[in-house]
């Protein structure tokens, strides 16, 4: 069972996967913090000094920060396009399939033997094709 376990774990796809958890939480680290401490205060700012980590309103003894969750969809908004423009980069790397090569051969519509493509006749049959 260990040794079933090991062989999972050690697969390409599954480590592969680890690394991209790993580094996408290191990423949203940094995107949160752009929002939080760069974005957010120069908006703020434009907007007359509003402060986004403050906004809240009570409803009962419940308060909502809604100021936190405008931040939270900018950081979405912001790693989102980050992987869109990711992706887009990785589908124009791909190698794109050379287009087919034109055809050397025809075949004969009366005895649909196979001649060149730039044949008039068939050279089973003397008549035009």
């Known amino acids: 069972m260990l040794k079933e376990f090991k062989d999972f774990a050690m697969r390409g796809n599954v480590m592969d996967l680890a690394v991209a958890v790993i580094i996408g939480g290191a990423f949203g680290k ?3 913090s752009l929002v939080n401490d760069v974005l957010m205060p120069l908006i703020g700012v ?21 100021g936190a969750f405008i931040q939270a969809i900018v950081d979405f908004i912001i790693v989102a396009f980050v992987i869109f423009m990711l992706v887009r980069a990785m589908n124009n790397m791909k190698k794109k399939e050379p287009a087919p090569a034109a055809p050397t ?21 003397p008549s035009q094709l």
Do not use: D, H, W
Not at 46 to 66: K, P, Q, R
Not at 117 to 125: L, V
């Open 46 to 66: 434009i907007l007359g000094g509003l402060n986004f980590s403050e906004l809240s309103f009570t409803v009962g003894s419940a308060v909502i920060m809604y």
């Open 30 to 32: 940094i995107i949160a």
């Open 105 to 125: 051969t025809k075949e004969c519509p009366q005895c649909f033997s196979t001649i060149s493509i730039k044949a008039t006749r068939c050279p089973n049959r």
